[in-house]
């Protein structure tokens, strides 16, 4: 079992930047593909990055790249999603997720159902 707790959500201007972290404990020691996805009210959970487990190799939905940015530091467990120039559109709760993958695996996952644990969320609000 892996648990993430995501943090760094808040309430931001357009244009402002945000930094999301999602911490990882529990069995950390394996290898996992990360994801971050997230829901607006009243929309469905939708992709917004993910990054491999070897090679680091991202990939992001279309309305985000270029402003986004996903990493990871396995060493401290931790991914991050660095959010600039943002918009009132990416108001959501944003929510951090985990697949186990082969110890060399270099593939990245864009759909939910691909994912076996998952953050409680955290809000991001932009204001116009």
């Known amino acids: 079992q892996v648990q993430l707790v995501e943090s760094g959500g808040g309430l931001v201007q357009a244009g402002g930047s945000l930094r999301l972290s999602c911490a990882a404990s529990?069995?950390?020691?394996?290898?996992?593909?990360m994801g971050w996805f997230r829901q607006a009210p009243g929309k469905e959970r939708e992709f917004v990055a993910a990054?491999?487990?070897?090679?680091?190799?991202?990939y992001y939905t279309d309305s985000v790249k270029g402003r986004f940015s996903i990493s990871r530091d396995s060493a401290k467990n931790t991914l991050y999603l660095q959010l600039d120039s943002l918009k009132p559109e990416d108001t959501a709760v944003y929510y951090c997720?985990?697949?186990?993958?082969?110890?060399?695996?270099?593939?990245?996952?864009?759909?939910?159902?691909?994912?076996?644990?998952w953050g409680q969320g955290t809000q991001v609000a932009v204001s116009s």
């Open positions: 997720a985990a697949r186990p993958v082969a110890f060399n695996s270099r593939n990245y996952y864009r759909s939910a159902v691909e994912y076996d644990y």
């Open positions: 529990g069995r950390t020691f394996s290898s996992y593909a």
């Open positions: 990054i491999s487990w070897i090679g680091a190799i991202k």
